[in-house]
């Protein structure tokens, strides 16, 4: 019987509704789709009645009364709106296949499970199809489940068996049903386990191996663990602090890595060759004094710790071919080794090497941490990721709790406050506080240059003699002091400035102090370089340069154990006892500034020191355990709002931009520009250390046609400015292909995130318009039945599907 | 006290499970460990179970504030098998792959369990991450209105798991956040 429905015309049809014909048709097939659901939902709603639905059911059935209209009205679904919405194919969109069959696999191992009718305590009230619970007569589906999960079967059979156990773990189903699966994927002719009777002869003997080294492997196993460095230690850190401060310890771990890597090529090519063919000693060896430790002087002037104690000849050579200089051992000589060439070349390479990790590892940080189109700071980020499941200590996590608090009432802040506007007046006051308060800290920092520079022209001027070796203690003390007493001042006068994010102001105050650092080492290397040079012409100046670097590194350790002294155990003594303000937090910007500076130092002091690397591997580990045991004792986590992802990022990139880079160019100024002393070293005799290279190139020129390509390599690709610019533009030319790439991208996302609203207006304009007509069949049906048979007892608030 | 042995566990099964799971040998043995300690004395492990209160006292998940919401998901008829506690395991481990934790995540966090994230579970969940009931009425619609605005892409006031799963995409953040230790050796 064709009924023709009055669909009366609402404003918002003119001109997109189809004819009526058509109409009838697709409410047809709707209608029928949602009278098979409600009728299933219906009997559920009959039973789940005396079940206290909560104000989930019952708020969403009353709503659905109403049609609402228009997309911003709240639209409340039924449970069978929810279903069906829930299992539209835009639902699973996006999902893995092997994910979309393995929900119905799941489906199917309940529908299997069930004897009887379900329970009412089973029956979930989801809508999802990996939850969802059908009846067996209701579903005419079951079949195609089982279908599908033979499907899935063969299609893991198909697939290699490392690729198949990695589907398998990607899975969201129980550890059970991947067992199940995986039995039925081996072939029916393979025996099954356990039955060692059956097995054959050589089998049982591999069993027997198998379980002999089975109990010797597991306790090798534990005991592997305890070998990984660090490891409880760190998860303790975590544990009780959470992923900002862990992330601290992590950086420090890395640079020890770092340094790691520097050193192995030095030992290997340099440090270990010349201990092994010492040069004959310059004159008396001083004693030790406990100051050596203290100024890098003294007994470890003339060792090979310095620049000075390298030969400049070519060690091991047969006495056929007399070198200039250098000494001739009568045995037979093996390997000659060029110890300038190895000391420029190793030098160089250990660079190299160091650059490739780091921008390596800084390009990957920013892969995983960066997203194109995300926002800053957004909010379901910080609701769905702040809590860290990691911590579970009560105490540190309440902790959490107050820190999620603080956090999430600071976000509502900023986000009013970019909302709200802001007069021009006050704007313009907000503008001149922050350009003061910047005018400030420059000017601090420029004082602190003018100071250091003063006293290192003093320090040249009034030079020290040389048995007050104390007195050069001076200059560094003077840095240091500087280095510990200015960021206060940032803080005291950051203070003034109130930025709208907290996030902002801890870059701000980082960025100050790493200007203040690079600033005076700045200065100090224009001072190493550019004065030194000239007033030391007479004595070896690389060895001062190394003796210097290594007088800053030492007294900076000490600073800084000073300052986790008095700053971390002292502070809170003081303000738990008298102030009553509890511990103090752990600055984790600080810190790690000074990890950076400390391995700024190595990197500058590599060329005159081959052992520094050493030195700062030694004042790692000690700095691990001191800051360790300080922050247990002394520290709470800190309050501001640090992202852990972006930490690591924004670590490794201040490591990479200011502070290798200008290792670097201070290391290709020192190779390329500045005549090495003729006294001590291996370029006591050239003009400049690159020289070494050039030499050897021509010697390898005269040497014969078969090495030719390397000189003309040397003379066209590294002589010749040509291929450097032809590089730069290359390099500029791919970062704009990025740029445009990124731009592109963010444009499309635009594009679709418009789409998908528009097709959720469309859902709800079906939904309401579905609803709509199905509640005026029901009313002239329930009409029409009322005059016939007794209607089945249905509660009012049943809601109209 | 565990009476039962020590290491019931087979090579075989062994190499199963770390071939299914995320974890390693040595947090397989060592969950085992912790598993036989609470299980009750003489049961063969693969039979024995443990109740959600006993999983919910872990040291790894006391203090988790999601802790029952995680002991329904992963649990079955409300006990926890030996594979359901490794099951659990892998999921919060460290080399489980975004996916399965986002999977996850989705199902912990869909508390009326309708298959989305609608109003009523964001109040649960920032209720539960403040711990405390007294939380201003403003506060909550605020966040919850806010979280919408920027998840919610096709504007039903919902979050369905795509939306969810393109939120924690783009958080880097959630892969370390939302990881668990639960051996303790």
């Keep these: 019987m064709a009924s023709v429905l009055d669909v009366p015309e609402t404003p918002e049809d003119q001109g997109r509704e189809p004819s009526p014909y058509d109409e009838s048709e697709m409410h047809q097939s709707f209608h029928l789709l949602i009278q098979e659901q409600s009728q299933g939902a219906a009997e559920e709603g009959l039973e789940l009645q005396p079940q206290a639905p909560g104000a989930g059911a019952a708020g969403a059935s009353a709503g659905n009364q109403q049609a609402l209209l228009g997309p911003e009205g709240a639209t409340a679904h039924s449970m069978a709106t929810l279903r069906i919405l829930a299992s539209m194919p835009s639902r699973t969109i996006g999902r893995s296949r092997g994910a979309i069959i393995s929900q119905y696999y799941s489906r199917t191992v309940r529908l299997r499970r069930r004897a009887s009718r379900p329970q009412l305590r089973g029956l979930g009230r989801s809508a999802r199809p990996s939850l969802r619970l059908y009846d067996l007569e209701l579903d005419s589906t079951a079949l195609a489940e089982e279908e599908k999960r033979v499907l899935l079967v063969k299609e893991l059979q198909g697939l290699p068996v490392a690729q198949r156990d990695h589907v398998l773990r990607g899975m969201p189903l129980s550890l059970a049903e991947k067992r199940c699966l995986r039995e039925e994927m081996r072939s029916p002719s393979r025996r099954p386990r356990g039955r060692p009777g059956l097995l054959g002869c050589c089998s049982r003997l591999r069993y027997a191996c198998a379980l002999a080294s089975h109990d010797l492997g597991l306790g090798l196993l534990s005991g592997l663990q305890a070998l990984v460095p660090w490891h409880y230690a760190l998860k303790r850190i975590g544990g009780q602090f959470g992923s900002s401060v862990l992330s601290y310890f992590l950086f420090l771990k890395t640079l020890l890595a770092f340094n790691a890597l520097l050193l192995l090529p030095l030992l290997a090519f340099l440090v270990g060759v010349q201990t092994a063919f010492p040069p004959a000693p310059q004159g008396p060896v001083p004693t030790f004094t406990g100051l050596e430790l203290l100024t890098g002087g003294g007994r470890f002037t003339d060792t090979v710790m310095y620049y000075g104690y390298y030969s400049n000849a070519t060690l091991n050579q047969p006495c056929a071919d007399p070198p200039d200089g250098g000494q001739c051992t009568p045995e037979a000589a093996s390997l000659p080794y060029n110890m300038p060439l190895a000391y420029l070349f190793t030098i160089g390479a250990a660079f190299f090497i160091t650059c490739f990790t780091l921008v390596y590892s800084m390009s990957h940080s920013f892969g995983e941490s960066y997203r194109v189109g995300s926002a800053l700071g957004a909010h379901a980020i910080t609701v769905f990721c702040s809590w860290d499941h990691k911590v579970t200590q009560k105490r540190a996590s309440r902790l959490q709790c107050d820190n999620i608090r603080t956090q999430l009432k600071e976000l509502l802040a900023e986000w009013q406050l970019r909302r709200g506007h802001r007069s021009a007046c006050g704007r313009l006051r907000r503008a001149a506080v922050l350009a003061l308060v910047w005018l400030l800290c420059l000017g601090i920092t420029l004082g602190c240059t003018v100071a250091v520079y003063t006293f290192s022209e003093h320090m040249i001027e009034s030079p020290v003699p040389a048995d007050r070796e104390g007195a050069l203690l001076a200059l560094p003390l003077v840095v240091c002091l500087l280095n510990l007493g200015a960021p206060y001042l940032y803080r005291g006068l950051a203070a003034l400035e109130r930025h709208d994010s907290p996030v902002l102001e801890v870059y701000v105050a980082v960025c100050r102090n790493l200007i203040l650092k690079m600033v005076t080492l700045g200065i100090l290397c224009y001072h190493w370089l550019g004065r030194r040079v000239a007033a030391l012409q007479d004595q070896c100046w690389e060895n001062f340069v190394g003796q210097e670097l290594y007088r800053l590194m030492v007294l900076d350790f000490i600073f800084t154990l000073l300052d986790t002294l008095c700053g971390e155990l002292v502070w809170r003594l003081i303000s738990e006892r008298r102030l009553g303000w509890g511990k103090p937090e752990f600055d984790i910007a600080r810190n790690v500034l000074e990890l950076i500076y400390g391995q700024t130092l190595t990197w500058l002091g590599v060329l005159f020191s081959p052992l520094l690397p050493a030195v700062q591997i030694i004042k790692l580990l000690l700095l691990f355990y001191v800051k360790k045991a300080s922050l247990l004792a002394n520290c709470q986590a800190p309050r501001r709002p640090w992202l852990a992802s972006h930490m690591r990022t924004v670590f490794i990139s201040l490591l990479c931009f200011p502070c290798f880079l200008g290792a670097a160019i201070f290391l290709c100024y020192a190779v390329w520009q500045v005549k090495p002393s003729s006294l001590c070293g291996p370029f006591r005799s050239l003009d400049s250390m690159y020289e070494a290279g050039k030499v050897w190139v021509r010697r390898l020129e005269r040497a014969g046609p078969q090495v030719s390509w390397l000189p003309w390599v040397h003379r066209y690709l590294v002589e010749n400015t040509f291929p450097v610019y032809l590089l730069s533009a290359l390099l500029l030319a791919v970062i704009y292909l990025n740029i445009q790439v990124v731009k592109g991208q963010r444009k499309v996302i635009r594009l679709l995130k418009e789409q998908i609203s528009n097709e959720g207006e469309d859902k709800i304009f079906l939904i309401n318009k579905l609803h709509s007509v199905y509640e005026r069949k029901e009313r002239s049906g329930a009409g029409r039945t009322q005059e016939g048979a007794a209607p089945p007892a249905r509660p009012a608030d049943h809601r109209a599907a | ?185």
Aim: glycine residues 2%; negative net charge.
């Design chain 2, 1 to 185: 006290m565990g009476q039962c042995l020590r290491y019931q566990i087979h090579w075989e099964d062994l190499e199963e499970y770390q071939a299914l799971t995320f974890l390693t040998r040595n947090e397989i043995l060592c969950i085992h460990d912790t598993f036989l300690k609470l299980c009750p004395p003489g049961k063969y492990y693969k039979e024995a179970t443990l109740t959600t209160d006993q999983v919910s006292s872990l040291p790894a998940l006391r203090a988790n504030p999601f802790r029952d919401r995680i002991c329904k998901v992963f649990s079955h008829n409300d006990v926890f098998s030996f594979e359901d506690v490794l099951g659990m395991a892998s999921v919060f481990s460290e080399q489980a792959c975004p996916s399965l934790k986002i999977e996850y995540a989705f199902r912990i966090y869909d508390f009326n369990e309708n298959g989305f994230i609608d109003e009523e579970d964001l109040q649960r969940i920032v209720l539960r991450l403040l711990n405390s009931d007294d939380v201003s009425e403003d506060l909550l619609t605020d966040l919850t209105s806010h979280v919408l605005n920027e998840s919610d892409l096709d504007n039903d006031n919902m979050l369905s798991f795509s939306e969810f799963e393109h939120a924690m995409n783009k958080a880097p953040d959630f892969m370390n956040s939302f990881r668990i230790h639960f051996w303790g050796c």
